[in-house]
């Protein structure tokens, strides 16, 4: 007896694309990048088709290179910065209304197992398919059909073979309680005013002790992270809200609007508005 077809929709066949970016950055040109951010009502799926990039997933990093399936979960922090010298090609498709058995909504990835994963022999039919399934996103009644609603179903299919062959992630994710918690709490309040001293005195421990033992585990500075986090949230709204910069920066905590400008400028290449208007270039035109 064949076994029943899996479905990654539910009965109200809710799967539907809702971005859908095909990002190119030039080598030795300007390197692009994306703040740690997530995306809680959607998956995300990214596929990597020139250059090379530095990925970090759920505080795990990795290299990206051609061929590599990116599957990040709702809800999952992740961020990426492109290789300057080799540049970097990717098609990134967002969806909402998958619906995995045993898994919470737009998730695909089990916990403990990496989400990149190399696509092998399947690389040409995945990049032929989702440059396709991008190409005709600029039509509504073919993005919306039944028959655009199975390709992207046979496309998940396929990537749930491959996370059934993926390794799992290694153990290099272990922190400190201590490092864990702040990392946890500046996830959970990035909207926050926060510095060393402050999360230093919000977990009882001295500064020196924070600012040496975060830096061993993480890599980067206490500051640095947090600034980090708040690029990214500002970064996510202004390709994924129609929010204005003087709000988005403002809720950032940034009151003086010239000031994160040149913040966001510095560290992420381009300014706010630069930003958005890639991103509104890039977006598949029915999107």
Known sequence: MRAPIRRYTDDN???????????IAEPEGKPWSFSLHDHDDLLEISLVVAGKADFECDRVRYTLVPGDLVVKNAGVLHSEVSSPTDGFEQYCLGISGVHA????PNTLV????????????AFEYLRSMTAY?????SDNSIKSSDLTRQAIENELSLINMMIMNAVEVSDQTSHSQLVSDVLDYVDDHVYEVMSLDSLAKQFFVSTY???????????CTVNQYVLNRKLGKAQERLVFS??????????????NLQYFYSVFKKHTGNTPAEMRHYYNQILAPSI
């Open 133 to 137: 399934l991008y190409e005709i996103s």
């Open 101 to 104: 058995d045993g898994m919470p």
């Open 209 to 219: 002790h924070l600012a040496h033992k975060f830096k061993d585990e993480v890599g």
């Open 242 to 255: 129609t929010d204005s910069i003087k709000q988005i920066a403002a809720d950032c905590g940034y009151t």
């Open 110 to 121: 089990p916990e403990g197992i990496s989400p990149v994963m190399s696509t092998g022999n």
């Open 13 to 23: 066949n809710t799967l539907k694309v809702e971005t859908f970016y095909h990002i």
